[in-house]
T-cell receptor
Framework: DVKVTQSSRYLVKRTGEKVFLECVQDMDHENMFWYRQDPGLGLRLIYFSYDVKMKEKGDIPEGYSVSREKKERFSLILESASTNQTSMYLC?????????????FGSGTRLTVV | LAKTTQPISMDSYEGQEVNITCSHNNIATNDYITWYQQFPSQGPRFIIQGYKTKVTNEVASLFIPADRKSSTLSLPRVSLSDTAVYYCLVGDNTGFQKLVFGTGTRLLVSP
């Protein structure tokens, strides 16, 4: 079974802290994604990566950065956490061809910034 | 990326067939139609994908008319555990196509 594992299920951080959200996939997928999900707004794409050391901005990259040093790991970094970054964060991965397969998502990290 | 429109919510009862329609008027020639299911506090899960006509798997069926401007996800004999949010997406099948999720359809199945 394809697995996408997010390091924390719940996280509480203080305003101004630097926050790292880790995501690891075990299926040798080329592509990895970070989304955030907020009530009434659906899932919004923050950043994605096609390959190691490559990254592309999604729709809402402000206040975030990412790192992909190894193929299986994609980290989301909140440089200076703010309360408006309180959200559910979802990591996903996919192969280059997603026919009949789609994206595989992790279970999410619910981040609260106080 | 083609925009999709689907109902915000639907209600059903156990044992009924549920059909959720999605409209995607600007679908491109290379685009596929994909549906995901999301339970509370979990990430979305791929359900089914199609290009035209009908696709069926063990979970659902997907009906796509000839003009491909809409599609219908059909869930046969739903149970309480089918209560979830269902997302319709269109895009080509390369992973380079970043998926854009709308707000989905919230399906509530009652006893």
């Amino acid at each position: 079974d394809v697995k996408v594992t997010q390091s924390s299920r719940y996280l509480v951080k203080r305003t101004g802290e630097k926050v790292f959200l880790e995501c690891v996939q075990d299926m040798d997928h080329e592509n990895m994604f970070w989304y955030r999900q907020d009530p009434g707004l659906g899932l919004r794409l923050i950043y994605f990566s096609y390959d190691v050391k490559m990254k592309e901005k999604g729709d809402i990259p402000e206040g975030y950065s990412v790192s992909r040093e190894k193929k299986e790991r994609f980290s989301l970094i909140l440089e200076s956490a703010s309360t408006n970054q309180t959200s559910m964060y979802l990591c996903a991965s996919s192969p280059t061809d997603i026919s009949n397969y789609g994206y595989t998502f992790g279970s999410g990290t619910r981040l609260t910034v106080v | 990326l083609a925009k999709t429109t689907q109902p915000i919510s639907m209600d059903s009862y156990e044992g009924q067939e549920v059909n959720i329609t999605c409209s995607h008027n600007n679908i491109a020639t290379n685009d596929y139609i994909t549906w995901y299911q999301q339970f509370p506090s979990q990430g979305p899960r791929f359900i089914i994908q199609g290009y035209k006509t009908k696709v069926t798997n063990e979970v659902a069926s997907l009906f796509i008319p000839a003009d491909r401007k809409s599609s219908t996800l059909s869930l046969p004999r739903v149970s309480l555990s089918d209560t979830a949010v269902y997302y319709c997406l269109v895009g080509d099948n390369t992973g380079f196509q970043k998926l854009v999720f709308g707000t989905g359809t919230r399906l509530l199945v009652s006893p």
